[in-house]
Nanobody
Framework: QVQLVESGGGSVQAGGSLRLSCVGS????????MGWFRQAPGKEREFVAA????????AFLDSVKGRFTISRDNVRNTVYLGMGSLKPEDTAVYYC????????????????????WGQGTQVTISS
């Protein structure tokens, strides 16, 4: 089992940037495919970004492509979500997720595929 702790959320104006971090508790962090999801009030949780175990493969929600980046540091047991050109519609609670995978190149884009979740961090974008 792995515990995940997100940080880096906050309130910024539209057009600004934030970087979210998610630290995992296990030394075997590289065993996990990682993902970021978000949930806005009154809406379902949606996929934002994913990265494979080794970091070679990524996937993004169409509306964040070109604005968000995902990266990971398996030595520091950390995955990052870089967010730029932020819009009010990016306002949500952002969750980090992890799941055990065998293949180094797999990305997971569905919430049901993830076994472990962080507690979430609030991101608020004002216009």
């Amino acid at each position: 089992q792995v515990q995940l702790v997100e940080s880096g959320g906050g309130s910024v104006q539209a057009g600004g940037s934030l970087r979210l971090s998610c630290v995992g508790s296990r030394r075997t962090f590289s065993n996990y495919a990682m993902g970021w999801f978000r949930q806005a009030p009154g809406k379902e949780r949606e996929f934002v970004a994913a990265m494979s175990r080794g970091g070679s493969n990524t996937a993004f929600l169409d509306s964040v492509k070109g604005r968000f980046t995902i990266s990971r540091d398996n030595v520091r047991n950390t995955v990052y979500l870089g967010m730029g050109s932020l819009k009010p519609e990016d306002t949500a609670v952002y969750y980090c997720a992890a799941t055990d995978v065998v293949l180094w190149t797999v990305t997971k884009t569905t919430a049901a595929d993830y076994r472990y979740w962080g507690q979430g961090t609030q991101v608020t974008i004002s216009s």
